[in-house]
T-cell receptor, first 117, second 110 residues
């Protein structure tokens, strides 16, 4: 499967626990984006990463949330001390980056549905 | 703060008709525009990108861009019940991320 992969697909956490969401970009893509979608709401940008670099984290809450995209392995979105308001669908997208005419087309993974009890 | 606006719908069209979805954006400097389809409970699926003024056709879909009016639209010809979904307009934010509109819910009636 050459598409964007996310796991787990569903994650249940109790308040105060940590949630760790993983994303493997499409083959050949070097740019990763995380978005959050609350029930019945639109997609909101959280963070944009390239390998080992955070390019833009302007949409990510400054507390409890962090993201990384290491040289090896998937991108990780980490939410510490989860609260009920963190319950949402978290989508990862990837794009090819520079060097193609469609460098900024973003392709989405299936998402992780986080439920905080 | 960039804004992207869409009518939330629902937009109902009969099967076989043309569905017209509209989107306006606030930043005159925006260069890249995208339409996504999202079925309930699923992830957004890229339908089309458009970068230049005018029309771009792909099968039953036509995207139209008018940068002077800050307006982008998506036409779906010969609409099918399987086209019933939420359609999201996205505008590239200077290569940093996408700003998404709230989406228009389309219902194609058999």
């Amino acid at each position: 499967n050459a598409g964007v992969m996310q796991n787990p697909r569903h994650l249940v956490r109790r308040r105060g626990q940590e949630a760790r969401l993983r994303c493997s970009p499409m083959k050949g893509h070097s740019h990763v984006y995380w978005y959050r979608q609350l029930p019945e709401e639109g997609l909101k940008f959280m963070v944009y990463l390239q390998k080992e670099n955070i390019i833009d984290e302007s949409g990510m809450p400054k507390e409890r949330f962090s993201a990384e995209f290491p040289k090896e392995g998937p991108s990780i979105l980490r939410i510490q001390q989860v609260v009920r308001g963190d319950s949402a669908a978290y989508f990862c997208a990837s794009s090819p980056g520079e060097g193609t005419s469609v460098y900024n087309e973003q392709f989405f993974g299936p998402g992780t549905r986080l439920t905080v009890l | 703060q960039k804004e992207v606006e869409q009518n939330s719908g629902p937009l109902s069209v009969p099967e076989g008709a043309i569905a017209s979805l509209n989107c306006t954006y606030s930043d005159r400097g925006s260069q890249s525009f995208f339409w996504y389809r999202q079925y309930s409970g699923k992830s957004p699926e890229l339908i089309m990108s458009i970068y230049s003024n005018g029309d771009k056709e792909d099968g039953r879909f036509t995207a139209q861009l008018n940068k002077a009016s800050q307006y982008v639209s998506l036409l779906i010809r010969d609409s099918q019940p399987s086209d019933s979904a939420t359609y999201l307009c996205a505008v590239d934010n200077y290569g940093q991320n996408f700003v998404f509109g709230p989406g228009t819910r389309l219902s194609v009636l058999p």
